[in-house]
């Protein structure tokens, strides 16, 4: 999963298997989409390194990319 799209995929697929919901309304709660966005940002968080700080504020570069929250 090269882009922050399939690890989105990847998370809400998670999500997805591990809730089984017993009507649409409670697989759109509060609750279950928190749970949804958790999965999501956890999924993303190994590409957090694409953001980079510096002193002309902050940008998204690929320089650093696969550093250390990679291995």
Known sequence: ???PIGHTLAG???WA???KPASLKEA???E???WAALCVVAANI???DFIMV????VRLS???HHGITHS
Request: hydrophobic share 30%; proline share 4%; glycine share 12%.
């Open 28 to 30: 759109l709660s509060e």
């Open 12 to 14: 809400l697929t998670v």
């Open 1 to 3: 999963m090269p882009t």
């Open 46 to 48: 190994s590409d957090a």
């Open 32 to 34: 279950s989409l928190g």
């Open 17 to 19: 298997i591990t809730r």
């Open 54 to 57: 510096s002193e002309d504020g």
């Open 62 to 64: 690929g320089l650093y």
